[in-house]
């Protein structure tokens, strides 16, 4: 008797996607979307341009009126426009948006869901995606395997956040990201007033996020606040010449010293 | 004629240095020190141990009172400590700290220097010397000139700080790296309280750190604050638990507006 020969039928589906918005995160997606063959970008609307087409080929839409049908309408708007946005797409497709702080009921079909990477996008910095993880949420598993089918296109990790844990996360991201950017900036003008090379600290700000494979940021903690060391606290204060970074330096160090034990 | 041979002689002198003190510093310093060649560590005052030798073999004393002679007397200890231990010290010899917050002027000898490390020493992380700056003081230039073959032996780099440059980077070091690993530590809170894992925001806050090579912190800022999203705001402000963290989210966010234009 004979074994017939097995076949192999590999199916690579095309995601057929439409990408709404080329404000930062928008521009990089695009970018992205371009890159990976299983994905089909059918179009993409930029209010802001006069173009009809990019230099790759895809069609630019200014209008949201007459688009025409994708597996995914994925919005990388301004949170506040997602509720109008969402209201001018198709009412019976997959709708997705890509915000840290927005709830997925924001949108108003039925078949909803939300892409939002956790990571910063700024104008002139290209975001490695395959180093992203995905916060994915929908109501339904199929949108839900679409969801994570879109980020492994990318080569990117996921993770299902509900709306609560993922607003959670974008306050935490706040913290590590925009609020820790702001003491730098800080740090690079004292380093001016001092005529000292920001780069000088580079080493440390490297140690600061390094050490945190290894140990936790409450036994990371070190410097005057946590030691107590209100000689040099005060001498510090004597020295911050602009009045919000003594502000900030103050309330920090309360802080510290607050959260670890009085 | 003929020539006569080149001869060539390669003085290879040993520095000979007291390291006095057995904290933090003290600890990674002794283990660098004993790495290098051209180090002959004399002995290691660390008041707290009972042993007379260590395991590399170098000797341990508890007193100050009958040192050795050596090149270096090097003080890693708590800065309020440095006049007294200075005191006592052979009066005729180099003593030197390691403090970024001290003035070179604690010290009494006549010759005196900083060694100033710019890093932050954990228990349980050994730091890479090779990687860290040390910021140098002397008096005199060939007292600076044996501060930088110290700094050399250990392949690190160096910069000269005078006493005001140096507060003023220490000043900076504490933003850069304790101000923002306690807002690290509760983001890790916010993390926790949602049941999601710390280490999902590792790539978002290497991202913070690696786009300052390309930009600097001021053209690096987004996030709601800076974007004016009071929406966002209000409800970060809303999920917040912890009164500090409010505190210091209302701080920050009314700093980084001030900051950037009203």
Not at 89 to 109: C, K, R, Y
Not at 136 to 156: H, M, P, V
């Amino acid at each position: 008797m004979m074994t017939p020969p097995s076949v192999f039928i590999i199916f690579t589906l095309h995601m057929k996607l439409t990408l709404i918005g080329a404000g930062k995160l928008g521009k990089q997606l695009y970018y992205e979307f371009v890159k990976h063959p299983s994905i089909e970008l059918i179009e993409w609307i930029d209010r802001s341009s006069n173009s009809k087409q990019t230099a790759e080929g895809i069609k630019i839409t200014k209008s949201l009126d007459s688009l025409q049908k994708a597996e995914i309408y994925l919005m990388a708007v301004n949170d506040d426009a997602i509720p109008s946005v969402s209201s001018q797409l198709p009412s019976n497709e997959f709708v997705i948006h890509t915000s840290g702080g927005t709830p997925m009921t924001a949108i108003s079909q039925k078949r909803k869901g939300v892409f939002y990477p956790i990571q910063s996008f700024s104008s002139n910095r290209t975001i490695d995606f395959s180093q992203i993880t995905f916060g994915l949420e929908s109501t339904t598993e199929n949108d839900f395997k679409i969801l994570q089918k879109l980020a492994q296109s990318l080569y990117a990790k996921t993770i299902q956040l509900n709306s609560l844990q993922r607003q959670g996360l974008h306050l935490a991201a706040v913290l590590v990201n925009n609020f820790t950017n702001h003491l730098f900036s800080h740090a690079a003008k004292v380093c001016e007033q001092n005529e000292l090379s920001f780069d000088i600290l580079q080493p440390l700000i490297q140690e600061t996020v390094d050490r945190l494979n290894l140990i936790s940021p409450d036994e990371a903690q070190t410097g005057p606040a946590i030691r107590r060391d209100q000689k040099t606290i005060t001498e510090h204060l004597r020295i911050i010449e602009d009045p919000e970074l003594k502000k900030l330096y103050q309330l920090l160090t309360k802080s510290i010293q607050n959260y670890h034990g009085s």
